[in-house]
């Protein structure tokens, strides 16, 4: 069990790229209570998928072994090893204190954000409820009034927010434009595509 001291070290062991990776992170919290063989680990696993799963496995073990945080036993268990110190562990992958910059970088946009909003005369609220600071009038509540997607961002300006905002809207415009080509399908041809046609005939015709 990780310590709160310890969490954000411990966090950035297993950060993307620049540590281990949520993989890893999540075999070692799966042997951390006992050893656990090769079945017990690709149980619920279909056959199929076995093999590529098992490479997949043996590579993250591999690199916790070598960051001294699994052992293998004489029957070919994995277990995973509580540092002494995961600070340590950290600076040695070079990703030691990635989340408190991380934590620092949020907490500044959230707070530029906050400013912006409360310099255009609405503010937000704990519970994500625009209000108007002069009066006190709530102008819209997280859900109502305000598209989904938009009150997130508003709310929560913050890289990951901002990812997932734009991804959604992308997905959106795709099934849009599907939409919009299975509308015109259906419709047939246009006046504008007649047109066309009848000159592209006409051209065949004098050739």
């Known amino acids: 069990m990780v310590s709160h001291a310890d969490r954000d070290a411990y966090l950035d062991v297993f950060r993307n790229k620049t ?6 992170q999540l075999l070692f ?8 063989g090769k079945t017990d680990l690709l149980a619920g696993i279909p056959k199929s998928k076995r093999r590529s799963a098992w490479r997949t496995l043996t590579r993250q073990f591999t690199r916790l072994r ?31 204190g990635a989340t408190e910059r991380q934590r620092r970088r949020y907490e500044a946009e959230r707070k ?6 409360e310099g255009i005369g609405v503010a937000t609220t704990t519970d994500g409820t625009g209000v108007e600071p002069r009066t006190g009038e709530v102008i819209a509540e997280s859900g109502e009034g305000v598209p989904a997607m938009v009150w ?27 939409r919009n ?18 000159r592209l005939g006409g051209t065949a015709g004098r050739a």
């Open 19 to 24: 540590g281990l990776g949520g993989g890893c």
């Open 29 to 36: 919290e799966r042997i951390d209570s006992r050893p656990i």
């Open 66 to 96: 070598k960051q001294g945080l699994a052992t293998q036993d004489d029957q070919g268990r994995w277990q995973s090893i509580e540092p002494t110190s995961w600070a340590a562990v950290a600076k040695r992958l070079r990703s030691n």
């Open 112 to 117: 530029a954000w906050r400013e912006r909003v």
């Open 152 to 178: 997130a961002l508003a709310v929560d300006p913050t890289e990951h927010t901002r990812a997932v905002v734009a991804f959604l809207l992308a997905v959106k415009m795709a099934i849009d434009l599907k």
């Open 181 to 198: 080509r299975g509308q015109r399908a259906q419709r047939g041809p246009t006046r504008r595509d007649d047109g066309y046609a009848g």
